[in-house]
């Protein structure tokens, strides 16, 4: 049974930090590209940032210089360390695992940013 499980969200100032962690099992997690997307509530859901099997990185525009993207194979964990964060961050972010047509998905995690 492949589980995919995030952790790391919460409540944070404007200016603040978080790590999120998703981790993986039930896949050989090494053989998938991962990648973190969000959903704010009305919108839809975005890709944050992706990583590939061989360790490429991509972030959308928004949070090129604040966010990095990064996996540890030995711990089947992916990660996300979100800096200078901001109310527009505020969303469900959610871990997912994609390698040719098989593909899944997280329960989420909240992230709020808030005075």
């Known amino acids: 049974q492949v589980q995919l499980v995030e952790s790391g969200g919460g409540l944070v100032q404007p200016g603040g930090s978080l790590r999120l962690s998703c981790a993986a099992s039930?896949?050989?997690?090494?053989?998938?590209?991962m990648g973190w997307y969000r959903q704010a509530p009305g919108k839809q859901r975005e890709l944050v940032a992706g990583?590939?099997?061989?360790?490429?990185?991509n972030y959308t525009d928004s949070v090129k210089g604040r966010f990095t993207i990064s996996r540890d194979n030995a711990k089947n964990t992916m990660y996300l360390r979100m800096n200078s964060l901001k109310p527009e961050d505020t969303a469900v972010y959610y871990c997912?695992?994609?390698?040719?047509?098989?593909?899944?998905w997280g329960q989420g995690t909240q992230v709020t940013v808030s005075s």
């Open positions: 997912n695992a994609h390698r040719r047509i098989l593909n899944y």
């Open positions: 039930g896949i050989i997690f090494s053989i998938y590209d």
């Open positions: 990583i590939t099997v061989g360790g490429n990185t």
